[in-house]
Nanobody, 123 residues
Framework: QVQLVESGGGSVQAGGSLRLSCAAS????????MGWFRQAPGKERQFVIA????????RYADSVKGRFTISRDNAKNTVYLQMNSLKPEDTAVYYC????????????????WGQGAQVTVSS
């Protein structure tokens, strides 16, 4: 299984932007679809966004459409989450995950997970 490490979390005011990065190691990165999930305090982990192995397909949660984008650089073994127009309800721990499926939005389909990165959006 690939190992994943997120970076780039932090605090920002509503309307601001952040970019998260997730670096993979220990596997062939281009063999994995990549996704981001988030978990707010007291809530279940929820799907945010995902990208297929060859970056041709993306999936978005309705709550982030038009604000978040996902990209990947297979040469750098890294996936990115660009978050714009952030809202207080985006506050959560964001997890990077890797899946052997072509693409998925379902957590059990992802076999590798990062440690999480805190994103805090203040109003």
């Amino acid at each position: 299984q690939v190992q994943l490490v997120e970076s780039g979390g932090g605090s920002v005011q509503a309307g601001g932007s952040l970019r998260l990065s997730c670096a993979a190691s220990g596997g062939t990165f281009s063999n994995y679809a990549m996704g981001w999930f988030r978990q707010a305090p007291g809530k279940e982990r929820q799907f945010v966004i995902a990208i297929s192995r060859n970056a041709e397909i993306t999936r978005y949660a309705d709550s982030v459409k038009g604000r978040f984008t996902i990209s990947r650089d297979n040469a750098k073994n890294t996936v990115y989450l660009q978050m714009n127009s952030l809202k207080p309800e985006d506050t959560a721990v964001y997890y990077c995950a890797a899946s052997r499926y072509l693409i998925s939005s379902i957590a059990p389909d992802f076999g590798s997970w990062g440690q999480g990165a805190q994103v805090t959006v203040s109003s």
